[in-house]
């Protein structure tokens, strides 16, 4: 499951964005009790896949991949019992100026043990590829795999839980939510339809402080 940005306590081996691994070698996230990504360590270069490139993992424990050095398996989906996912760039820069290509922007997430640069998107529009939809990470909207697909007014806990055009929103800004938080429809401020009863559209962002292009 994934978390942004939460305050585990993670003992880092390495530095995802320094990629201080030994030759052969790259800094990757993975579970250190076998739950959530929580730590980094070095791994071997196992392929050469390259951003884009079809991939497979070895698990959240593991944490190796066909990747190149350059790149982590992620967005992983269970094919046919094999861990699918995509080669994804690891962030440049540094924790506090990441770099990025244009399109993307970089998840810092699970105490800084995730690195890496998540193409960007439009909550209306939804346009990630299938398994993936778009939900706010913190500090971008970016492409992120959904985990079980919840539908508008169900509780959820972590915001990839719902279904594609939801975010995880908490129970006070859901009528009749029977949990902590619970998923909620995106609405657009120009046509502010809401098909919930008792909700109406609301500005995400606080005034002044959207991202440009989202406002």
């Known amino acids: 499951t ?22 052969g070698e790259k800094c ?25 490139d079809t ?3 070895g698990g959240v424990v593991e944490a190796t991949d066909d990747c190149d050095a350059g790149t982590h398996c992620w967005d992983v989906m269970d094919v046919d019992g094999a861990l699918v996912g995509v080669c994804t760039p690891f962030c440049g820069g540094t924790a ?13 997430a699970n105490d800084g043990s995730i690195n890496l640069c998540i193409t960007t998107c439009d909550p209306l529009l939804q346009e990630c590829a299938p398994g993936l939809a778009c939900f706010w990470a913190g500090d971008a909207f970016n492409c992120i795999f959904t985990t079980q697909d919840i539908p508008t007014g169900e509780p959820c806990g972590f915001i990839n839980d719902c279904a594609s055009g939801n975010t995880c929103a908490g129970a006070d800004f859901v009528p009749n939510c029977a949990g902590s938080a619970c998923c909620a429809a995106f609405c657009s401020l120009s046509d502010p339809v809401c ?3 008792g909700t109406e559209c609301t500005a995400f962002f606080e005034e002044g402080m959207a991202v440009p292009g989202y406002e």
């Open 2 to 23: 994934f978390v942004p940005n939460n305050d585990l306590v993670s003992v880092s081996e390495c530095d995802p964005f320094a990629q201080d691994c030994p030759e």
């Open 28 to 52: 990757v996230p993975y579970g250190s009790t076998g739950g959530n990504w929580d730590a980094n360590k070095c791994v071997m270069v196992m392929g050469s896949g390259s951003p884009g």
């Open 55 to 57: 991939c497979t993992y």
């Open 96 to 108: 506090d100026n990441p770099v990025c290509d244009p399109g993307t922007s970089c998840l810092v």
């Open 195 to 197: 098909d919930t009863p």
